[in-house]
Protein backbone atom coordinates (compact mmCIF):
# COMPACT_ATOMS: atom_id res chain seq x y z
CA UNK A 1 0.00 0.00 0.00
CA UNK A 2 1.34 3.39 -0.75
CA UNK A 3 1.96 5.73 2.20
CA UNK A 4 -0.21 8.37 2.49
CA UNK A 5 1.20 11.98 2.02
CA UNK A 6 1.54 14.93 5.58
CA UNK A 7 2.15 13.69 8.57
CA UNK A 8 0.12 13.25 11.52
CA UNK A 9 -0.39 16.23 14.14
CA UNK A 10 2.00 15.58 16.67
CA UNK A 11 0.52 15.09 20.91
CA UNK A 12 -2.70 13.77 19.86
CA UNK A 13 -3.59 10.81 21.47
CA UNK A 14 -5.57 9.89 18.68
CA UNK A 15 -2.64 10.03 16.21
CA UNK A 16 -0.59 7.47 18.55
CA UNK A 17 1.04 4.75 16.79
CA UNK A 18 -0.77 1.62 18.07
CA UNK A 19 1.58 -0.79 16.56
CA UNK A 20 4.39 0.26 18.84
CA UNK A 21 4.55 0.15 22.52
CA UNK A 22 3.13 -2.28 25.39
CA UNK A 23 0.23 -4.01 23.90
CA UNK A 24 -1.07 -3.84 27.67
CA UNK A 25 -0.88 -0.01 27.35
CA UNK A 26 -2.03 0.24 24.10
CA UNK A 27 -5.51 -2.42 25.58
CA UNK A 28 -6.09 -0.04 27.63
CA UNK A 29 -5.71 3.43 26.80
CA UNK A 30 -7.47 2.32 23.23
CA UNK A 31 -10.96 0.56 25.18
CA UNK A 32 -11.28 2.38 27.98
CA UNK A 33 -13.35 5.24 26.31
CA UNK A 34 -14.72 2.86 23.81
CA UNK A 35 -16.10 0.82 26.98
CA UNK A 36 -17.52 4.64 27.67
CA UNK A 37 -18.67 5.18 24.89
CA UNK A 38 -20.51 1.64 24.07
CA UNK A 39 -22.12 1.57 27.64
CA UNK A 40 -23.19 4.92 26.81
CA UNK A 41 -24.50 4.04 23.33
CA UNK A 42 -26.23 1.18 24.79
CA UNK A 43 -27.72 3.52 27.57
CA UNK A 44 -31.16 4.54 25.68
CA UNK A 45 -33.30 1.92 26.12
CA UNK A 46 -32.27 1.65 29.73
CA UNK A 47 -32.87 5.19 29.95
CA UNK A 48 -35.76 4.72 28.82
CA UNK A 49 -37.12 1.85 30.79
CA UNK A 50 -36.45 3.41 34.06
CA UNK A 51 -39.07 5.98 33.12
CA UNK A 52 -41.24 4.00 30.95
CA UNK A 53 -41.22 1.09 33.82
CA UNK A 54 -43.28 4.09 35.91
CA UNK A 55 -46.06 3.77 33.12
CA UNK A 56 -47.14 0.01 33.77
CA UNK A 57 -46.29 -3.54 33.12
CA UNK A 58 -48.36 -2.93 29.46
CA UNK A 59 -45.47 0.01 28.43
CA UNK A 60 -42.28 -2.08 29.80
CA UNK A 61 -43.65 -5.20 27.83
CA UNK A 62 -44.00 -3.26 24.95
CA UNK A 63 -41.28 -0.89 25.02
CA UNK A 64 -38.62 -4.25 25.92
CA UNK A 65 -40.27 -6.34 22.33
CA UNK A 66 -40.15 -3.25 20.52
CA UNK A 67 -36.34 -2.61 22.14
CA UNK A 68 -35.71 -6.06 20.70
CA UNK A 69 -36.27 -4.87 17.02
CA UNK A 70 -34.60 -1.36 17.27
CA UNK A 71 -31.61 -3.39 18.71
CA UNK A 72 -31.82 -6.27 15.44
CA UNK A 73 -31.74 -2.90 13.32
CA UNK A 74 -28.56 -1.68 14.55
CA UNK A 75 -26.94 -5.04 15.10
CA UNK A 76 -27.29 -5.20 11.38
CA UNK A 77 -25.59 -1.98 10.55
CA UNK A 78 -22.92 -2.63 13.22
CA UNK A 79 -22.38 -5.78 11.12
CA UNK A 80 -21.83 -4.19 8.07
CA UNK A 81 -19.48 -1.79 9.84
CA UNK A 82 -17.28 -4.01 10.45
CA UNK A 83 -16.31 -4.31 7.28
CA UNK A 84 -15.61 -0.88 6.97
CA UNK A 85 -13.68 -0.97 10.61
CA UNK A 86 -11.53 -4.15 9.45
CA UNK A 87 -10.08 -2.14 6.26
CA UNK A 88 -9.67 1.18 8.02
CA UNK A 89 -7.88 -0.14 10.36
CA UNK A 90 -5.42 -2.10 8.16
CA UNK A 91 -4.89 0.85 5.81
CA UNK A 92 -4.05 3.34 9.18
CA UNK A 93 -1.98 0.25 10.09
CA UNK A 94 -0.59 0.30 6.81
CA UNK A 95 0.48 4.40 7.03
CA UNK A 96 -2.47 4.54 3.91
CA UNK A 97 -4.38 7.59 5.27
CA UNK A 98 -5.69 8.46 2.00
CA UNK A 99 -7.43 5.08 1.48
CA UNK A 100 -8.75 4.83 4.96
CA UNK A 101 -10.46 8.17 3.76
CA UNK A 102 -11.96 6.68 0.74
CA UNK A 103 -13.19 4.04 2.89
CA UNK A 104 -14.66 6.04 4.90
CA UNK A 105 -16.27 8.06 2.72
CA UNK A 106 -18.18 4.81 1.03
CA UNK A 107 -19.56 3.65 4.42
CA UNK A 108 -21.70 7.42 4.26
CA UNK A 109 -23.24 5.65 1.23
CA UNK A 110 -23.88 2.28 2.58
CA UNK A 111 -25.74 4.02 5.75
CA UNK A 112 -28.06 5.86 3.92
CA UNK A 113 -29.35 3.57 2.30
CA UNK A 114 -29.50 0.94 4.79
CA UNK A 115 -31.35 3.76 6.88
CA UNK A 116 -34.47 4.64 4.37
CA UNK A 117 -34.73 0.92 4.28
CA UNK A 118 -35.17 0.51 7.86
CA UNK A 119 -37.62 3.61 8.36
CA UNK A 120 -39.81 2.23 5.66
CA UNK A 121 -40.03 -1.15 7.60
CA UNK A 122 -41.03 0.53 10.43
CA UNK A 123 -43.46 2.87 9.53
CA UNK A 124 -45.75 0.42 7.76
CA UNK A 125 -44.84 -2.51 9.14
CA UNK A 126 -44.47 -1.55 13.39
CA UNK A 127 -48.43 -3.72 14.86
CA UNK A 128 -47.80 -6.22 12.32
CA UNK A 129 -44.63 -7.04 13.61
CA UNK A 130 -45.55 -7.18 17.16
CA UNK A 131 -48.39 -8.96 16.50
CA UNK A 132 -46.45 -11.93 15.02
CA UNK A 133 -45.50 -11.96 18.93
CA UNK A 134 -48.87 -12.43 20.16
CA UNK A 135 -48.87 -10.07 22.85
CA UNK A 136 -51.94 -8.77 24.26
CA UNK A 137 -53.67 -5.78 22.37
CA UNK A 138 -52.24 -2.86 24.81
CA UNK A 139 -49.07 -4.21 25.00
CA UNK A 140 -48.78 -4.13 21.08
CA UNK A 141 -49.88 -0.56 21.21
CA UNK A 142 -47.76 0.71 23.25
CA UNK A 143 -44.87 -1.36 21.63
CA UNK A 144 -46.04 0.17 18.09
CA UNK A 145 -45.55 3.52 19.32
CA UNK A 146 -42.41 3.42 20.20
CA UNK A 147 -41.01 1.30 17.02
CA UNK A 148 -42.18 3.50 14.53
CA UNK A 149 -40.30 6.66 15.94
CA UNK A 150 -37.19 4.45 16.33
CA UNK A 151 -37.21 2.75 13.14
CA UNK A 152 -38.27 6.16 10.95
CA UNK A 153 -34.76 7.82 13.09
CA UNK A 154 -33.36 4.99 11.93
CA UNK A 155 -31.25 7.35 9.44
CA UNK A 156 -29.81 9.51 12.25
CA UNK A 157 -29.03 6.73 14.29
CA UNK A 158 -26.80 4.54 11.45
CA UNK A 159 -25.18 8.09 10.30
CA UNK A 160 -24.22 8.86 13.96
CA UNK A 161 -22.99 4.93 14.26
CA UNK A 162 -20.39 5.25 11.30
CA UNK A 163 -18.81 8.58 12.25
CA UNK A 164 -18.05 6.33 15.75
CA UNK A 165 -16.94 3.83 13.85
CA UNK A 166 -14.88 5.74 11.40
CA UNK A 167 -12.79 7.30 14.41
CA UNK A 168 -12.55 3.90 16.78
CA UNK A 169 -11.19 2.02 13.55
CA UNK A 170 -8.74 4.90 12.88
CA UNK A 171 -7.65 5.10 16.67
CA UNK A 172 -9.33 7.88 18.03
CA UNK A 173 -11.29 6.63 20.68
CA UNK A 174 -11.53 10.05 22.55
CA UNK A 175 -13.65 12.33 20.42
CA UNK A 176 -16.60 9.48 20.38
CA UNK A 177 -16.33 9.01 24.18
CA UNK A 178 -16.65 12.82 24.50
CA UNK A 179 -19.56 12.96 22.00
CA UNK A 180 -21.35 10.22 23.81
CA UNK A 181 -21.28 11.70 26.95
CA UNK A 182 -22.60 14.65 25.58
CA UNK A 183 -25.66 13.36 23.32
CA UNK A 184 -26.79 11.54 26.35
CA UNK A 185 -26.57 13.87 29.01
CA UNK A 186 -29.27 15.54 26.81
CA UNK A 187 -31.21 12.13 26.59
CA UNK A 188 -30.98 11.62 30.64
CA UNK A 189 -31.85 15.21 31.17
CA UNK A 190 -35.26 15.16 28.14
CA UNK A 191 -36.62 12.01 28.42
CA UNK A 192 -39.10 12.63 31.89
CA UNK A 193 -39.79 15.49 30.34
CA UNK A 194 -41.56 14.20 27.02
CA UNK A 195 -42.46 10.77 29.02
CA UNK A 196 -44.43 12.41 31.54
CA UNK A 197 -45.28 15.89 30.12
CA UNK A 198 -43.50 17.97 32.68
CA UNK A 199 -42.90 21.95 32.30
CA UNK A 200 -44.28 23.06 29.14
CA UNK A 201 -43.69 19.61 27.73
CA UNK A 202 -46.50 17.78 26.74
CA UNK A 203 -46.72 14.24 27.91
CA UNK A 204 -46.05 11.72 25.61
CA UNK A 205 -45.74 8.19 27.39
CA UNK A 206 -43.82 5.52 25.52
CA UNK A 207 -43.54 7.92 22.33
CA UNK A 208 -41.90 10.61 24.40
CA UNK A 209 -39.07 8.08 25.23
CA UNK A 210 -38.33 7.54 21.29
CA UNK A 211 -38.68 10.84 20.54
CA UNK A 212 -35.57 11.68 23.07
CA UNK A 213 -33.50 8.86 21.39
CA UNK A 214 -34.32 10.63 17.90
CA UNK A 215 -32.89 14.04 19.56
CA UNK A 216 -30.48 12.93 21.28
CA UNK A 217 -28.44 11.08 18.36
CA UNK A 218 -29.29 14.06 16.24
CA UNK A 219 -27.18 16.03 18.12
CA UNK A 220 -24.44 13.07 18.51
CA UNK A 221 -24.52 13.15 14.76
CA UNK A 222 -24.26 16.63 14.24
CA UNK A 223 -20.99 16.98 16.72
CA UNK A 224 -19.76 13.45 14.66
CA UNK A 225 -19.52 15.30 11.32
CA UNK A 226 -18.53 18.44 12.75
CA UNK A 227 -15.17 16.13 14.44
CA UNK A 228 -14.63 14.09 11.05
CA UNK A 229 -14.95 17.52 8.40
CA UNK A 230 -12.92 19.88 10.74
CA UNK A 231 -10.21 17.98 11.28
CA UNK A 232 -10.25 17.25 15.03
CA UNK A 233 -9.75 13.80 14.72
CA UNK A 234 -7.12 11.14 12.94
CA UNK A 235 -8.79 11.11 10.04
CA UNK A 236 -9.79 15.22 8.14
CA UNK A 237 -12.65 13.87 5.88
CA UNK A 238 -13.50 16.06 2.59
CA UNK A 239 -15.73 15.74 -0.34
CA UNK A 240 -13.54 16.73 -2.68
CA UNK A 241 -12.72 13.74 -5.14
CA UNK A 242 -15.74 11.85 -3.68
CA UNK A 243 -17.49 9.49 -6.14
CA UNK A 244 -19.50 6.39 -5.43
CA UNK A 245 -16.73 3.02 -5.97
CA UNK A 246 -18.95 0.30 -6.35
CA UNK A 247 -15.71 -1.98 -5.78
CA UNK A 248 -15.12 -0.56 -2.45
CA UNK A 249 -18.87 -0.85 -0.83
CA UNK A 250 -18.95 -4.38 -2.11
CA UNK A 251 -15.80 -4.88 -0.29
CA UNK A 252 -17.01 -3.18 2.50
CA UNK A 253 -20.33 -4.95 2.65
CA UNK A 254 -18.72 -8.50 1.57
CA UNK A 255 -16.34 -8.50 4.85
CA UNK A 256 -19.63 -6.79 7.12
CA UNK A 257 -22.48 -9.27 5.70
CA UNK A 258 -21.62 -12.20 7.85
CA UNK A 259 -21.23 -9.85 10.78
CA UNK A 260 -24.51 -7.95 10.26
CA UNK A 261 -25.75 -11.48 9.89
CA UNK A 262 -24.24 -12.64 12.84
CA UNK A 263 -25.95 -9.87 15.15
CA UNK A 264 -29.50 -9.86 13.33
CA UNK A 265 -29.82 -13.51 14.43
CA UNK A 266 -28.80 -12.79 18.13
CA UNK A 267 -31.38 -10.34 18.12
CA UNK A 268 -33.82 -12.55 15.47
CA UNK A 269 -32.98 -15.48 18.67
CA UNK A 270 -34.12 -12.91 21.33
CA UNK A 271 -36.83 -12.62 19.39
CA UNK A 272 -38.11 -15.99 19.90
CA UNK A 273 -36.82 -16.45 23.28
CA UNK A 274 -39.20 -13.77 24.09
CA UNK A 275 -42.12 -15.24 22.16
CA UNK A 276 -41.08 -18.65 24.62
CA UNK A 277 -41.89 -16.25 27.57
CA UNK A 278 -45.24 -14.89 26.50
CA UNK A 279 -47.21 -18.08 27.02
CA UNK A 280 -45.81 -17.42 31.01
CA UNK A 281 -47.70 -14.15 30.94
CA UNK A 282 -47.02 -10.86 30.72
CA UNK A 283 -44.96 -10.80 34.34
CA UNK A 284 -42.74 -12.92 32.61
CA UNK A 285 -42.01 -11.21 29.36
CA UNK A 286 -41.24 -8.06 31.75
CA UNK A 287 -38.91 -9.46 34.27
CA UNK A 288 -36.90 -11.42 30.77
CA UNK A 289 -36.85 -7.52 29.13
CA UNK A 290 -35.61 -5.88 32.17
CA UNK A 291 -33.13 -8.73 32.66
CA UNK A 292 -31.71 -7.70 28.99
CA UNK A 293 -31.75 -4.30 29.92
CA UNK A 294 -29.01 -5.07 32.90
CA UNK A 295 -27.30 -7.18 30.42
CA UNK A 296 -26.66 -4.76 27.72
CA UNK A 297 -24.89 -2.59 30.54
CA UNK A 298 -22.73 -5.86 31.76
CA UNK A 299 -22.02 -6.52 28.01
CA UNK A 300 -20.70 -3.43 27.38
CA UNK A 301 -17.11 -3.50 28.98
CA UNK A 302 -16.62 -6.78 27.32
CA UNK A 303 -17.91 -5.31 23.96
CA UNK A 304 -15.65 -2.19 24.45
CA UNK A 305 -12.36 -4.21 25.32
CA UNK A 306 -13.38 -6.45 21.93
CA UNK A 307 -13.60 -3.78 19.59
CA UNK A 308 -10.27 -1.85 21.22
CA UNK A 309 -8.53 -5.61 20.48
CA UNK A 310 -10.10 -5.51 16.99
CA UNK A 311 -8.82 -2.28 16.06
CA UNK A 312 -5.11 -2.54 17.62
CA UNK A 313 -5.35 -6.26 16.09
CA UNK A 314 -6.17 -4.94 12.35
CA UNK A 315 -3.48 -1.77 12.66
CA UNK A 316 -1.27 -4.55 13.78
CA UNK A 317 -1.75 -7.12 11.16
CA UNK A 318 -1.74 -4.18 8.72
CA UNK A 319 1.65 -3.18 10.20
CA UNK A 320 2.86 -6.91 9.19
CA UNK A 321 2.79 -7.70 13.12
CA UNK A 322 0.96 -10.72 13.99
CA UNK A 323 2.16 -11.63 17.14
CA UNK A 324 1.21 -8.23 18.71
CA UNK A 325 -2.30 -8.68 17.33
CA UNK A 326 -3.04 -11.97 18.53
CA UNK A 327 -1.35 -10.81 22.22
CA UNK A 328 -4.08 -8.16 21.93
CA UNK A 329 -6.88 -10.76 21.74
CA UNK A 330 -5.53 -12.68 25.13
CA UNK A 331 -5.04 -9.81 26.87
CA UNK A 332 -8.67 -8.43 26.06
CA UNK A 333 -10.23 -11.31 27.02
CA UNK A 334 -8.62 -11.98 30.13
CA UNK A 335 -9.68 -8.27 31.07
CA UNK A 336 -13.62 -9.07 30.27
CA UNK A 337 -13.05 -12.26 31.88
CA UNK A 338 -12.26 -10.09 35.27
CA UNK A 339 -15.40 -7.86 35.03
CA UNK A 340 -17.22 -10.44 34.43
CA UNK A 341 -16.36 -12.49 37.25
CA UNK A 342 -17.09 -9.17 39.64
CA UNK A 343 -20.00 -8.66 38.11
CA UNK A 344 -21.76 -11.82 38.71
CA UNK A 345 -20.53 -11.50 42.41
CA UNK A 346 -22.29 -7.98 42.89
CA UNK A 347 -25.89 -9.55 40.36
CA UNK A 348 -25.89 -12.83 43.28
CA UNK A 349 -26.18 -10.76 46.20
CA UNK A 350 -27.79 -7.61 45.46
CA UNK A 351 -30.37 -8.87 42.44
CA UNK A 352 -33.92 -8.04 44.02
CA UNK A 353 -31.74 -4.18 44.20
CA UNK A 354 -31.06 -4.09 40.74
CA UNK A 355 -34.38 -4.88 39.53
CA UNK A 356 -35.94 -2.54 41.68
CA UNK A 357 -34.61 0.29 40.41
CA UNK A 358 -36.51 -0.17 37.19
CA UNK A 359 -39.97 -1.80 39.04
CA UNK A 360 -40.67 -2.54 42.44
CA UNK A 361 -43.89 -4.62 41.84
CA UNK A 362 -43.09 -7.64 43.91
CA UNK A 363 -43.89 -10.34 41.53
CA UNK A 364 -42.00 -8.57 38.93
CA UNK A 365 -38.92 -8.41 41.09
CA UNK A 366 -39.20 -12.11 42.02
CA UNK A 367 -38.93 -13.44 38.66
CA UNK A 368 -36.74 -11.01 37.14
CA UNK A 369 -34.35 -11.41 40.29
CA UNK A 370 -34.35 -14.91 39.62
CA UNK A 371 -33.44 -14.18 35.95
CA UNK A 372 -30.26 -12.64 36.97
CA UNK A 373 -29.43 -15.10 38.94
CA UNK A 374 -29.51 -18.10 36.81
CA UNK A 375 -27.51 -16.02 34.03
CA UNK A 376 -24.25 -15.64 36.24
CA UNK A 377 -23.31 -19.12 35.57
CA UNK A 378 -23.18 -17.79 31.80
CA UNK A 379 -21.58 -14.75 32.60
CA UNK A 380 -18.69 -16.42 34.21
CA UNK A 381 -17.43 -17.09 30.74
CA UNK A 382 -19.10 -14.81 28.57
CA UNK A 383 -15.98 -12.58 28.26
CA UNK A 384 -14.26 -14.62 25.89
CA UNK A 385 -17.37 -15.45 23.71
CA UNK A 386 -18.12 -11.40 23.76
CA UNK A 387 -13.76 -10.12 23.23
CA UNK A 388 -13.39 -13.19 20.69
CA UNK A 389 -16.44 -12.05 18.58
CA UNK A 390 -15.58 -8.75 18.67
CA UNK A 391 -12.18 -9.25 17.78
CA UNK A 392 -12.08 -11.76 15.27
CA UNK A 393 -14.70 -9.47 13.14
CA UNK A 394 -12.82 -6.20 13.62
CA UNK A 395 -10.23 -7.70 11.78
CA UNK A 396 -12.32 -8.66 9.25
CA UNK A 397 -12.76 -12.61 9.50
CA UNK A 398 -16.28 -12.44 10.09
CA UNK A 399 -17.40 -15.65 8.81
CA UNK A 400 -16.33 -17.88 11.52
CA UNK A 401 -18.39 -15.99 14.41
CA UNK A 402 -20.84 -16.00 12.28
CA UNK A 403 -21.57 -19.75 12.23
CA UNK A 404 -20.58 -20.06 15.75
CA UNK A 405 -23.13 -17.90 16.84
CA UNK A 406 -25.44 -19.87 14.66
CA UNK A 407 -24.74 -22.66 16.39
CA UNK A 408 -25.28 -20.91 19.92
CA UNK A 409 -28.39 -19.55 18.97
CA UNK A 410 -30.40 -22.37 16.73
CA UNK A 411 -28.30 -25.53 17.86
CA UNK A 412 -28.11 -24.71 21.26
CA UNK A 413 -29.91 -21.90 23.16
CA UNK A 414 -33.45 -22.13 21.52
CA UNK A 415 -34.06 -25.63 21.54
CA UNK A 416 -33.38 -26.40 25.06
CA UNK A 417 -35.09 -23.00 25.95
CA UNK A 418 -37.99 -24.29 23.99
CA UNK A 419 -37.64 -28.23 26.02
CA UNK A 420 -36.55 -27.73 29.50
CA UNK A 421 -39.56 -26.20 30.56
CA UNK A 422 -41.41 -28.63 29.18
CA UNK A 423 -40.00 -32.01 29.87
CA UNK A 424 -38.69 -30.52 33.44
CA UNK A 425 -40.27 -29.17 36.30
CA UNK A 426 -38.43 -25.80 36.50
CA UNK A 427 -41.25 -23.82 33.85
CA UNK A 428 -40.04 -20.67 32.99
CA UNK A 429 -36.33 -20.52 34.59
CA UNK A 430 -35.70 -23.22 31.66
CA UNK A 431 -35.44 -20.55 29.10
CA UNK A 432 -33.05 -19.01 30.88
CA UNK A 433 -31.14 -22.03 31.29
CA UNK A 434 -31.11 -22.82 28.18
CA UNK A 435 -29.70 -19.51 27.29
CA UNK A 436 -26.55 -20.17 29.83
CA UNK A 437 -25.97 -23.67 27.83
CA UNK A 438 -25.44 -21.47 25.05
CA UNK A 439 -22.78 -19.25 26.23
CA UNK A 440 -20.85 -22.16 27.66
CA UNK A 441 -20.94 -23.68 24.35
CA UNK A 442 -20.25 -20.25 22.65
CA UNK A 443 -17.35 -19.85 24.80
CA UNK A 444 -15.67 -23.34 24.15
CA UNK A 445 -15.97 -22.60 20.35
CA UNK A 446 -14.67 -19.34 19.98
CA UNK A 447 -11.60 -20.14 22.17
CA UNK A 448 -10.51 -22.97 20.35
CA UNK A 449 -10.51 -20.90 16.83
CA UNK A 450 -8.88 -18.12 18.18
CA UNK A 451 -6.24 -20.43 19.05
CA UNK A 452 -5.86 -21.64 15.79
CA UNK A 453 -4.67 -18.89 14.56
CA UNK A 454 -6.06 -18.60 11.03
CA UNK A 455 -7.77 -15.09 11.08
CA UNK A 456 -4.07 -14.06 11.31
CA UNK A 457 -4.09 -14.43 7.62
CA UNK A 458 -7.24 -13.09 6.34
CA UNK A 459 -7.15 -10.64 3.94
CA UNK A 460 -9.49 -7.84 3.37
Not at 128 to 155: C, H, K, N, T
Not at 207 to 226: K, M
Not at 355 to 379: D, Q
Amino acid sequence: MEKAKGAPRRGAAFDRDWTQGSTVRNLLSLSWPMIVSNSLNMLGPTIDMVWVGRLGTASIAGVGVSGIAVMLMMAAMMGLFMGLRAMIARFIGAGNKEGANHVARQGFIISAAFGLVIASIGFFFAEQILILMGLEPDVVAEGAAYMRIMFIGALVMVFRMVCEAIMQASGDAVNPMRIAIFFRAFHVALCPFLVFGLWIFPRLGVSGAALTNVFSQSLGLALGLWVLFTGRSRLQLTLSKFRVDLNTIWRIVRIGLPASIMGMQQNLGQFVLMWLMVPFGTVAVAGHTLCQRVEMILFMPGVGLGIAAGVLAGQNLGARKPERAEKSGWLAAGMAEGLMLLCSLVILLWAEGIISIFNSEPGLVEIASTFLRIATVGYLVLGLVIVFMQCLSGVGDTLPPMLISLVIIWVVQLPLAYLLPRVTEIGVYGVRWGMVAGMLVGATAFVTYFRLGRWKRKQV
